[in-house]
């Protein structure tokens, strides 16, 4: 935990990538400065001599000077210090694993689909694989992997792990109006994705943090982005 102190995550004023891992230093009770860089201050530090180690976000830095980059990093970094990743169960760590990286999987299928096309047929086309093609398939495979080692509304095993916060981020990420054609009642079919999504929104520390983000300057843009997230509690 003291790794934390003072930690600092940036990333743009919406979920995507970084929501899980803000969201894992809340329920580790983490007091943490939540960076949110508009677009127009991304570019300049991007091509700047402060540019963070592979060129992206979701950034951590560290009291200390260390900085963690690549989400996925971050989060299994986050987990290991708040309890929300196994340290000596290494079967459980890898399914952990397994669904994070499943959840990005999904997240590159819905962007790749449609790309370059003008966005009446994006959309469609985006429609259609939700029904019966790759974003279907993908969405297939981690509800019937979180019924094989999940349960009790959780992604894997029977507690609150990252794996359950990259399924619940990830999955409102996708079906928010970031993504042109998507569509939260798409989700509707996977129970077991929704169980989990009614599990983390429903964490008292997660209701708490949205409603002082609600508050916030940013709120009046990311707020339609982020209703996916707070209508999770009733899925």
Not at 131 to 154: E, P, T, W, Y
Request: charged share 20%; with cysteine; net charge negative.
């Amino acid at each position: 935990m003291a790794a934390l102190k003072n930690a600092c995550l940036t990333y743009f004023p919406l979920g995507g990538r970084a929501e899980a891992s803000r969201l894992a230093m809340v329920l580790g009770g983490i007091a943490f400065e939540d960076k949110r860089l508009a677009p127009s201050d991304w570019a300049p530090l991007k091509g700047g001599e402060n540019c963070p180690p592979w060129g992206s976000m979701p950034i951590l830095a560290l009291e200390d000077g260390t900085v963690v980059n690549q989400s996925r990093a971050v989060l299994r970094f986050i987990g290991k210090l708040t309890g929300l990743y196994p340290s000596d169960d290494h079967v459980t760590a890898a399914y952990i694993d397994e669904m994070v990286d499943g959840m990005e999987d999904l997240q590159a299928k819905v962007n790749s689909t449609g790309q370059g096309l003008d966005d009446e047929a994006k959309i469609a086309a985006r429609v259609e694989s939700v029904a019966s093609g790759n974003i279907a398939a993908q969405l297939g495979r981690i509800d019937a992997r979180i019924a094989k080692v999940g349960r009790d509304g959780h992604a894997v095993g029977g507690s609150l792990t990252i794996a359950d916060l990259g399924v619940y981020a990830q999955a409102c990420s996708c079906f928010s109006p970031l993504f042109d054609g998507m569509k939260p009642e798409m989700l509707e079919p996977y129970k077991n994705i929704q169980a989990v999504r009614r599990t983390v929104a429903n964490q008292p520390k997660v209701v708490e943090w949205y409603e002082k983000q609600a508050a916030l300057p940013y709120w009046g843009w990311a707020g339609p982005r982020y209703q996916i997230y707070l209508d999770s509690r009733t899925a």
